[in-house]
């Protein structure tokens, strides 16, 4: 069945173009009798693709499930993400990778590509069965944990580059965090609160674009927060490193001094000085940080709700993101349209050798969204079970009303159909 999307702006080819698009997949057929849909005033997007989330199935399902993180993500505009692997029971063989990919074919209403651990449990003693996974896993990874290891991270990379596969690193040296849970900048300093370094993060990168400038390997870079990671990356990326890297949405629009004390402020990495976040929009606008992710890490009311020292680290973003990205970089004259979408679909998709989108013979992942309707950022609307963002209360354009992924709906506000 053809179904006719008629007078929406349509981003294909990296341009947005307004000739409206038909898509030759199973959309609509179990929801509208007509084949062609009026959207105007409306913009049709490739499907975003994140390559940083946390949905906690298995082992943590008070905080979030395979389905209610990716009907969030759907809401979100989303229809490809790629899940962490701090999970109960960390996927570091088949065994425990099984688990969730059933649990992913059960429930997930977009796709949902799982990360193998690169040490077993992650705890950066032991490498995980790299040769087992690597089928079934679309890169490695000990998110939330660095590898403290320089040898288990090398033997890590020469592994992964036979398999063909990225390792994507959460640099953080345990050595220098001091019990640290904020930036150390300048809110600890006055309100008397532990700092973490920004040298605990650009510290391992250096070492990791060395070991991958050495041994040729492919190597992504998760959530950048500072200046100096940026520089790092930068000039790495000039000498010929294969290296790409992430930001996400709450490091390019807070730093330290939009703290409160409130757990839904906290994060890892930490929000750090405005010098950072500045340094990360140059970053965005030069190419040298190729894709935003969210990070996406929900967790319980109870778990956030211990202020800055005692919460757990991680907010919910997959919901807001675009919204606060279109509001606060596009509509201020700081990025084009082109280029948010570029760093939300097409960067990742080209890293990551995936094939979305709305051309002819992609898979049927597009989302739909109204540019013009301003709202307030209100948790209580998410569908992820968690609640903590620090945009709590921000205004907000651009709503999502409809997502397909591979042709199928995955989330609709019921204003098109």
């Known amino acids: 069945m053809e179904v006719t999307l008629r007078n929406a702006t349509v981003y294909r080819g990296g341009m947005l173009c307004g000739d409206g698009v038909s898509i030759s997949q199973n959309v609509f057929t ?47 505009g989303y229809t490809t993400v790629m899940s962490m692997p701090n999970l109960n029971p960390v996927p570091d063989c088949m065994e425990h990778l099984q688990l969730q990919l059933s649990a992913i074919e059960k429930d997930a209403v977009i796709r949902v590509l799982p990360y193998g651990a690169i040490t077993v449990g992650q705890k950066g003693e032991k490498l995980a069965d790299l040769d087992a996974m690597a089928q079934h896993v679309i890169a490695f990874s000990d998110d939330g944990r660095g590898v403290q290891d320089k040898a ?25 965090l001091r019990g640290g849970y904020i930036h150390d900048g300048a809110y600890a300093k006055t309100y008397g609160h532990k700092g973490i370094c920004s040298e605990s993060e650009w510290g391992p990168i250096a070492r990791d674009l060395d070991l991958a400038a050495k041994i040729g390997a492919g190597y992504h870079v998760c959530h950048v927060s500072a200046k100096e990671s940026v520089e790092i990356i930068r000039q790495a990326k000039k000498s010929g490193v294969n290296v790409t890297c992430e930001t996400a949405p709450h490091y390019l629009l807070l730093d330290d001094s939009n703290l409160q004390e ?3 402020f906290k994060m890892n990495p930490p929000l750090r000085g405005e010098e950072d976040k500045n340094a990360l929009l ?12 969210t990070d996406h890490a929900p967790h319980s009311l109870e ?38 979408v570029h760093l939300l679909h097409d960067a990742p998709c080209q890293r990551f050798g995936l094939d979305s989108g709305i051309e002819a013979g992609k898979r049927a992942d597009f989302t739909v969204f109204d540019l013009n309707e301003c709202y307030t950022i209100d948790p209580e609307t998410f569908l992820s079970k968690g609640r903590a963002t620090p945009f709590t209360g921000w205004q907000v354009y651009g709503k999502c009303k409809l997502t397909v992924a591979n042709g199928n709906i995955a989330y609709t506000d019921g204003t098109i159909l």
């Open 30 to 76: 179990s929801s509208v009798s007509s084949t062609a849909l009026d959207l105007s005033s409306l913009v049709v997007l490739p499907g975003f693709v994140d390559v940083h989330v946390h949905l906690r199935e298995p082992g943590f399902l008070y905080k979030e499930t395979i389905l209610t993180g990716t009907k969030a993500c759907a809401h979100g």
């Open 152 to 176: 288990m991270m090398a033997e890590a990379m020469t592994i992964a580059k036979d398999l063909g596969k990225l390792i994507v690193a959460h640099c953080e040296d345990n050595s220098l």
């Open 262 to 264: 409130d757990g839904r």
């Open 282 to 293: 140059e970053g965005i606008s030069d190419g040298t940080i190729d894709m935003i992710a």
């Open 303 to 340: 778990e956030k709700s211990k202020g800055l020292a005692g919460s757990m680290m991680g907010i919910v973003g997959i919901e807001t993101a675009f919204p606060l990205l279109y509001t606060y970089l596009v509509k201020t004259g700081v990025l084009p349209l082109e280029k948010l």
